[in-house]
T-cell receptor, first 116, second 111 residues
Framework: GAGVSQSPRYKVAKRGQDVALRCDPISGHVSLFWYQQALGQGPEFLTYFQNEAQLDKSGLPSDRFFAERPEGSVSTLKIQRTQQEDSAVYLC??????????????FGPGTRLTVT | ELKVEQNPLFLSMQEGKNYTIYCNYSTTSDRLYWYRQDPGKSLESLFVLLSNGAVKQEGRLMASLDTKARLSTLHITAAVHDLSATYFCAVDTPYDYKLSFGAGTTVTVRA
């Protein structure tokens, strides 16, 4: 497909469980971002990759959150020992420095995480 | 810390009338973005504004940017029902590309 894809689309986890959320960016996009969107709020930045390098993880709310992009393409956001406050939609976005829409971020459909 | 403020947060529009959403941001920024989000859906890019005085229009929507005032506006002309959605503005910082979003303006268009 031509767009950013994310899986799963919905995830229900019991408090204390670990979860892994996957993002497939647009092919060739070097930059990849993760955002967290709580209900009724705007998205908030979590972390940013340029190729396989994680250049900014200042938005990760705790050390229970971990993200990786080992081959510079697919990325995984992992949340350990989930808590109720982790319930949110997790959005992935990708961008390219090239072309007439350089640096514009394209968003995936998101993963809605509910922690019970 | 880059702050982005939108107002109003909720906007009830009457079909056929004109309205404006305002977006203020707190520091110098290279680019300002407007996104639309329908309930349960992801973000759809509407406009990217790259310079002072930039104006872009698509259908009934027009966005403008005043970098000196750190203000962008999204103007809606002759509102129609299918414009009902939440609209977000976002800016990125001069040194990296992470987006800082406003809280969003939820628009409801009534007959």
């Amino acid at each position: 497909g031509a767009g950013v894809s994310q899986s799963p689309r919905y995830k229900v986890a019991k408090r204390g469980q670990d979860v892994a959320l996957r993002c497939d960016p647009i092919s060739g996009h070097v930059s990849l971002f993760w955002y967290q969107q709580a209900l009724g709020q705007g998205p908030e930045f979590l972390t940013y990759f340029q190729n396989e390098a994680q250049l900014d993880k200042s938005g990760l709310p705790s050390d229970r959150f971990f993200a990786e992009r080992p081959e510079g393409s697919v990325s995984t956001l992992k949340i350990q020992r989930t808590q109720q406050e982790d319930s949110a939609v997790y959005l992935c976005a990708s961008s390219s420095p090239n072309g007439d829409r350089a640096y514009e971020q394209y968003f995936g459909p998101g993963t809605r995480l509910t922690v019970t | 810390e880059l702050k982005v403020e939108q107002n109003p947060l909720f906007l009830s529009m009457q079909e056929g009338k004109n309205y404006t959403i305002y977006c203020n941001y707190s520091t110098t920024s290279d680019r300002l973005y407007w996104y639309r989000q329908d309930p349960g859906k992801s973000l759809e890019s509407l406009f990217v504004l790259l310079s002072n005085g930039a104006v872009k229009q698509e259908g009934r929507l027009m966005a403008s940017l005043d970098t000196k005032a750190r203000l962008s506006t999204l103007h809606i002309t002759a509102a129609v029902h299918d414009l009902s959605a939440t609209y977000f503005c976002a800016v990125d910082t001069p040194y990296d590309y992470k987006l800082s979003f406003g809280a969003g303006t939820t628009v409801t268009v009534r007959a």
